[in-house]
Nanobody, 127 residues
Framework: QVELVESGGGSVQAGESLRLSCAAS????????VAWFRQGSGKEREGLVV????????YYADSVRGRFVISQDNAKNTVYLQMNSLKPEDTAMYSC????????????????????WGQGTQVTVSS
């Protein structure tokens, strides 16, 4: 069992930055495939980035490529999402997701069938 806990959300002005954290607990080895999603009010869930933690490969959605950057701290089993140049349309609930460590699941662009999901952290960007 893996528990994912997001943090770092908040309210900012357009153009500012935030860094979200996704901490994985429950196992000694962190998940190998992690992703960030968001869902705005009245909108469908949107995949932002899929990240293969062992090799550092990452696949970004067009809407955030060049503004958002994913990184990791293996010692803390934590993945970060640095969000720069935020826009009002980035306002949403942001969640991270992961597959069980050692599950052998394939990490690929657009993957949505993750086993574990965090509770989310709200990001609000005002103009």
């Amino acid at each position: 069992q893996v528990e994912l806990v997001e943090s770092g959300g908040g309210s900012v002005q357009a153009g500012e930055s935030l860094r979200l954290s996704c901490a994985a607990s429950g196992r000694n080895n962190g998940p190998t495939c992690v992703a960030w999603f968001r869902q705005g009010s009245g909108k469908e869930r949107e995949g932002l980035v899929v990240f293969y933690t062992r090799g550092g490969f990452s696949y970004y959605a067009d809407s955030v490529r060049g503004r958002f950057v994913i990184s990791q701290d293996n010692a803390k089993n934590t993945v970060y999402l640095q969000m720069n140049s935020l826009k009002p349309e980035d306002t949403a609930m942001y969640s991270c997701a992961a597959d069980p460590p050692g599950s052998g699941s394939v990490c690929y662009p657009g993957k949505t069938d993750f086993v574990y999901w965090g509770q989310g952290t709200q990001v609000t960007v005002s103009s």
